[in-house]
């Protein structure tokens, strides 16, 4: 899948989503900065079972889950504020590797769009 196939269903999704329309950009970050901090809680849980920590667990299927839903939820804000991911991930990711001498890039050609 690549982000703008995230983008179509996302943008397409909405049309159906009851109160859609209320969501503005600040809703947008309250909804991501809240699933990447359920991203966090998964995680947890997970190294809790794995580690034999006493209390409620979450295996990896759990984590994966949480991540999904942080990614659509960034996707989701990004599109409000006009932001293309595939561009800003692409652009972000070559300047790091350039910024530390790392000769990994991401084509432009085959950006993760």
């Known amino acids: 899948m690549k982000f703008s196939d995230l983008r179509q269903a996302n943008i397409t999704r ?3 989503w009851p109160g859609n329309d209320q969501a503005d ?3 947008r970050g309250l909804e991501v900065a809240g699933e990447f901090g359920e991203v ?3 995680l947890k849980k997970y ?9 409620s667990t979450a295996d990896l299927q759990d984590v ?3 991540m999904a839903d942080a990614i659509i939820a960034l996707d989701l804000l990004a599109d409000q504020m006009g932001i293309d991911l595939g561009a800003a991930v692409t652009r972000k990711f070559n300047a790091t590797s350039k910024k530390y001498g790392l000769e990994t890039q991401i084509d432009d050609a085959k950006s993760v769009d």
Do not use: D, P, S
């Open 64 to 66: 994966a889950n949480e």
């Open 40 to 42: 966090a809680e998964a």
């Open 14 to 16: 909405q049309k159906e």
């Open 25 to 27: 950009i600040a809703f």
């Open 47 to 55: 190294l809790r079972g794995t580690r034999g920590i006493k209390g």
